[in-house]
């Protein structure tokens, strides 16, 4: 006995390699159960207690994080070891190794199986133990119980459906009490399930019917790694009888299409479902009706976990096979055997029908098939608390939630709603970090939180610019007024040199007239005699004096030439300036302008961004053409400032 044979917690069937693991919630989106994961951390682990072992989360991981365990390294220490050892091989194994399962058989016996028996065998005896319990006990119900996935739910999420699960164990369980009771030879063997699922494992601590669970998946790996080529093994029968129709068991409806031999017509009373999430929200809405008091419809349920049966079980290898191609091998092997036993073709002899039931009331005996099951569901209570209403509108607040509009239900956290994740979160499950909406809001107020620091900044930049350029402003208005009186002085200047030339134009007439009378002055002197030497004398100096004066006139022409012509150039310059002046001033006003719009702007709780941005954008341009200017205006201080 194992030690989870008696144990109120289920063994492991689930790894997680946290290196692997990137919090995706891939993982808790295609569980059936949620609350096994917990998403709180770095990475998703598994509580083994509330995990069904469906194996759904392993094919849906692309990171490769989740792998299922299985025995198959026990499986080959053991038997390597000398321990005496038979196989059991389920149906699924006619798709997982493509028609080989005769070849398989070889090869199991050739690495030292004592005997392989078909699963599907056990399947016939299955569905006897169903149709002598419908006759026997005649129950409203009957749930079929091959999946193990489907027990662990019953079991932990809808104890009430409880007493509808059929007594009859699984094919597996009714393969191994098979051998126990019919076969002594390998009574004291232990047993090796070849299977499609990982659950199996726990179905056979929970049973005591199996000792080691080694799946297809692990087995076709071990074959890839080792270079094992089944078709060079020779096909070796089963050890026990040829099945009929019940090699279709792991298809979904095998069960309803083996029960129609035993009871024709069941198969209109059977409802047949299978797969995520079709087949928990039925069961699920099965217990409401029961629990509710409402009849059902159906005699018999033949429901799989896995959507396309046991052929694509949690540890087969063929998820990507197209259904047909699946199915086709499957169904062969079926025409296969009705040929065998002569009920394949046209209408069933009795004779035949006879052969075979005889044939399985051989191996069938009252009672020895049977099983219990365990209500699990206090462990589910123990762990997975319900907040009140209370205490979910403070997990929605602390999401950011405070309205139904704030509740998307988007599953982009891996549950089914906002509520189931508010459950988790309260349950220390999950964290509100891994909220879609939450982040996006908690994005969104950041933008909003850079948006307002940015207009903050800007605000403080504009209002300190603004003080700046009130003060320029205010300085190119007295340059533009000292620019005024300059310009005035200078024309006025260029007024009164205009003068100049009127007085110097008298002088230079009265100079040339006194040189004149000097002249005749002198001639009158010399006929005077010694009477006029003297007055000669003064006529000379006064015609020198005279010479003179025209000879400074001219000197005094030539630097009022100059000094017109820099007055001219100084008029030029100035009414340059001025109006650079003027332009500088009024881009400085418009600047000015735009400043007071960015603070209005600014000041509207965030609001006015793109106006800021448009004015940010003018007043760039502003500030380049009060730049120029203002080189401009200091070249011609320059040129002021130049000496002529």
């Known amino acids: ?168 164990d699984s094919p597996m369980a009714h393969t191994v009490e098979c051998i126990r009771h019919f076969y002594p030879a390998y009574r004291d063997c232990k047993i090796a399930a070849i299977s499609p699922c990982y659950a199996k494992r726990r179905e056979f601590d929970e049973n005591g019917r199996g000792d080691y669970n080694v799946t297809m998946k692990s087995l076709d790996i071990y074959f890839k790694e080792h270079g094992i080529d089944l078709s060079s093994y020779p096909k070796t029968p089963y050890d026990n009888p040829p099945a009929e129709r019940a090699v279709l068991y792991s298809t979904p409806g095998g069960l309803m299409r083996t029960a129609e031999r035993f009871v024709p017509g069941i198969s209109a009373q059977t409802r047949k479902i299978e797969g995520h999430p079709a087949v928990f929200e039925y069961l699920v809405g099965l217990d409401r009706s029961l629990s509710s008091g409402t009849k059902p419809y159906y005699r018999l349920v033949d429901c799989l976990n896995c959507e396309k049966g046991c052929n694509r079980g949690g540890g087969t290898t063929n998820a990507k096979m197209p259904l047909d191609e699946l199915e086709g091998l499957v169904e062969s092997r079926a025409q296969e055997r009705k040929k065998q036993w002569k009920t394949g073709s046209g209408k069933v002899s009795m004779f035949a029908l006879r052969k075979l039931n005889k044939m399985l009331n051989a191996y069938w005996k009252s009672g020895i098939y049977e099983r219990t099951y365990k209500d699990r569901s206090s462990t589910m209570k123990r762990l997975i608390k319900t907040p009140t209403t209370e205490q979910l509108q403070e997990i929605y607040a602390s999401m950011d939630k405070h309205s139904k509009a704030d509740l998307f239900d988007c599953g982009a956290c891996g549950y089914k709603g906002c509520e189931q994740m508010a459950v988790a979160i309260f349950n220390g499950l999950n964290r509100r970090e891994n909220c879609h909406y939450y982040v996006q809001h908690i994005a969104n ?200």
């Open 1 to 168: 006995m194992n030690e989870y044979s008696t144990s109120e917690h289920l063994r492991p069937v689930v790894y997680v390699d946290p290196a692997k693991c990137c919090n995706c919630h891939r993982c808790i989106s295609v569980c059936p159960v949620k609350m096994c994961n917990n998403g709180a951390g770095d990475h998703v682990s598994v509580n083994h207690d509330l995990c069904i072992g469906c194996g759904t989360c392993i094919e849906a991981c692309v990171h490769g994080a989740r792998s299922g365990i299985d025995d198959i390294e026990d499986f080959f220490h053991d038997l390597k070891s000398g321990t005496p050892m038979v196989a059991i091989v389920a149906p699924a194994v006619a798709v997982n190794f493509k028609g080989r399962d005769l070849e398989l058989n070889g090869w199991l016996k050739s690495i030292g199986v004592k005997a392989v028996f078909d699963v599907a065998f056990g399947a016939e005896l299955t569905t006897k133990s169903y149709v002598e319990q419908i006759k026997r006990e005649d129950p409203p119900i009957m749930i079929s119980q091959p999946c193990p996935a489907l027990v662990s739910f019953i079991e932990t999420y809808r104890p009430q459906l409880i007493p509808y699960l059929a007594k009859g």
């Open 445 to 644: 107020q950041d933008h909003e939180k850079e948006i307002r620091e940015a207009v903050n900044s800007i605000t403080e930049a504009v209002r300190s610019g603004s003080e700046a350029l009130k003060s320029n402003v205010h300085d190119l208005q007295e340059i533009r007024n000292m620019n005024t009186l300059t310009l005035d002085g200078i024309k006025d200047l260029h007024k009164k040199v205009d003068g100049i030339w009127d007085i110097v134009g008298i002088i230079n007439t009265v100079a040339d007239q006194t040189k004149i009378i000097a002249f005749n002055a002198e001639l009158e002197a010399s006929s005077s005699g010694e009477a006029g030497k003297n007055f000669h004398i003064v006529a000379t100096e006064i015609r020198r004096l005279s010479d003179t004066i025209i000879d400074s006139i001219k000197d005094i022409k030539t630097v009022i030439d100059e000094i017109q012509k820099a007055s001219d150039r100084l008029i030029l310059n100035s009414e340059k300036g001025t109006r650079q002046i003027d332009t500088s001033w009024e881009n400085a006003k418009s600047l000015e302008q735009g400043f007071g719009s960015i603070m209005a702007s600014s000041g509207e709780s965030g609001e006015g961004t793109d106006e800021i941005r448009e004015y940010a954008g003018q007043l760039a341009a502003s500030g380049n053409k009060i730049s120029s200017s203002l080189q401009k205006i200091a070249q011609g201080i320059q040129k002021f400032s130049r000496p002529t």
